[in-house]
T-cell receptor
Framework: EPEVTQTPSHQVTQMGQEVILRCVPI?????FYWYRQILGQKVEFLVS????????KSEIFDDQFSVERPDGSNFTLKIRSTKLEDSAMYFC???????????FGNGTRLTVT | AQSVTQPDIHITVSEGASLELRCNYS??????LFWYVQSPGQGLQLLLK??????LVQGIKGFEAEFKRSQSSFNLRKPSVHWSDAAEYFC????????????FGQGTTLQVKP
């Protein structure tokens, strides 16, 4: 069964550095999402992406965050200048239709020191 | 605004016992509801979904859930829990805004005693 793939599985970075989290959604999917889960907390919506543009973003998704689908297969989340509070598990998800369940990747654990 | 509440943060059951995980949602229209499971270090795996129709839905791994509109609930059940069911369980609802985003509850951690 096709899977959503995320790399790396764990990323350690210093405060103020830029990070790019990578995702390969399922190939025929059209809707893409990023979520994050701070340790011990709920899974929070960050952003949705459709037709090469952001369709919705949460208040968490400020100017430090950006998303891109650079080549038709990858879907990336960039954090421009990381803060300690960005430490979390970041999940990518995709779906072929809005009324179908989301398929999640295994996540990237980001640790900001 | 839509919201999902899972009243139980942590539940412990004995292996072989029955299980019910509670989920309450707040949503104006007919909700699309989901249960996901997250094993340690893993992503979120879909257990089951409710879109419409029969209010009792069957999922994978022997789980089922019942949608009760009058109670705004979508509780997850399993008649006999296995040690491998120990994980974190998330209830979710599709939010408004026509983007398909999910709004998650805070999760329930299930511990299974031998």
């Amino acid at each position: 069964e096709p899977e959503v793939t995320q790399t790396p599985s764990h990323q350690v970075t210093q405060m103020g550095q830029e990070v790019i989290l990578r995702c390969v959604p399922i190939s025929n999917h059209l809707y893409f999402y990023w979520y994050r889960q701070i340790l011990g907390q709920k899974v929070e919506f960050l952003v949705s992406f459709y037709n090469n543009e952001i369709s919705e973003k949460s208040e968490i998704f400020d100017d430090q965050f950006s998303v891109e689908r650079p080549d038709g297969s990858n879907f990336t989340l960039k954090i421009r200048s990381t803060k300690l509070e960005d430490s979390a598990m970041y999940f990518c998800a995709s779906t072929g239709r809005m009324d179908s369940p989301l398929h999640f990747g295994n996540g990237t654990r980001l640790t900001v020191t | 605004a839509q919201s999902v509440t899972q009243p139980d943060i942590h539940i412990t059951v004995s292996e072989g016992a029955s299980l019910e995980l509670r989920c309450n949602y707040s949503y104006g229209a007919t909700p699309y509801l989901f249960w996901y499971v997250q094993s340690p270090g893993q992503g979120l795996q879909l257990l089951l979904k409710y879109f419409s129709g029969d209010t009792l839905v069957q999922g994978i791994k022997g789980f089922e859930a019942e949608f009760k509109r009058s109670q705004s609930s979508f509780n997850l059940r399993k008649p006999s829990v296995h040690w491998s069911d120990a994980a974190e369980y998330f209830c979710a609802v599709v939010g408004s805004g026509n983007t398909g985003k999910l709004i998650f509850g805070q999760g329930t951690t299930l511990q299974v005693k031998p």
